[in-house]
């Protein structure tokens, strides 16, 4: 089910109306190449793409994540020359990308209570810094796919039905820094290591 925010939300939520469209180019990516629609997929990650090129900085994850999908999107429409650069810029853009998760601001999101919305307060070095390892992990994770994925031998496939799936069940319900990498990470057309 597709979500609406109303531009004061974005505002708020320190997003904006690119971050958005970005994310739902990605998601109508993965859910093309799904359906083995790979023009469909390549129309929407060629999107996805301009808009990572024109709005995001070079060490964004979501450039990286562009790209590559753009090269499996090319590689699954039989077009294979232009993937090898776009697979090792895309891995490229994610090995840069500490500088941009290092400026991610930890969600505020006490789960039960006023006493945790006080320890949340009084430790928030200590949250923060427990935010940052886990999203140093994602960003590790996807790393070795994209690693996966440039190897010269590697065969690209279309991703796993379930890929969209997985998205918008783990997706954070809130616009913010977390949900960005995490899109980045989860709408990635590469199979987790595990499948490797």
């Not at 629609?37 to 979501?62: S, T, V, W």
């Not at 400026?103 to 039960?112: F, G, T, Y």
Request: include cysteine.
């Amino acid at each position: 089910m597709p979500e609406t925010w109303d531009l004061k939300e974005l505002v708020n939520a320190g997003w904006s109306e690119t971050d958005l469209a970005w994310e739902t180019a990605a998601e109508a990516t993965t859910d093309a190449a799904a359906q083995n629609d790979y023009l469909r997929a390549k129309e929407e990650a060629g999107q996805a793409l301009q808009m990572a090129r024109a709005n995001f900085e070079p060490i964004d994850p979501r450039l990286g994540t562009s790209l590559a999908n753009y090269g499996v999107c090319l590689s699954l429409t039989g077009d294979d020359q232009a993937k090898a650069s776009l697979f090792a810029k895309a891995l490229e853009v994610w090995k840069g990308s500490a500088p941009w998760i290092a400026r991610m601001d930890a969600p505020r999101v006490a789960r039960s209570s006023m006493f945790h919305l006080r320890m949340e307060a009084r430790h928030r070095d200590t949250y923060r810094g427990l935010w940052q390892q886990r999203w140093r992990e994602i960003a590790a994770e996807t790393v070795k796919r994209l690693d996966a994925l440039n190897a010269p031998d590697a065969a690209v496939t279309a991703p796993a039905s379930d890929t969209l799936a997985v998205w918008r069940r783990e997706r954070p319900a809130m616009l913010n820094d977390t949900r960005k990498l995490m899109a980045a990470a989860l709408l990635l057309l590469a199979p987790p290591v595990s499948d490797l």
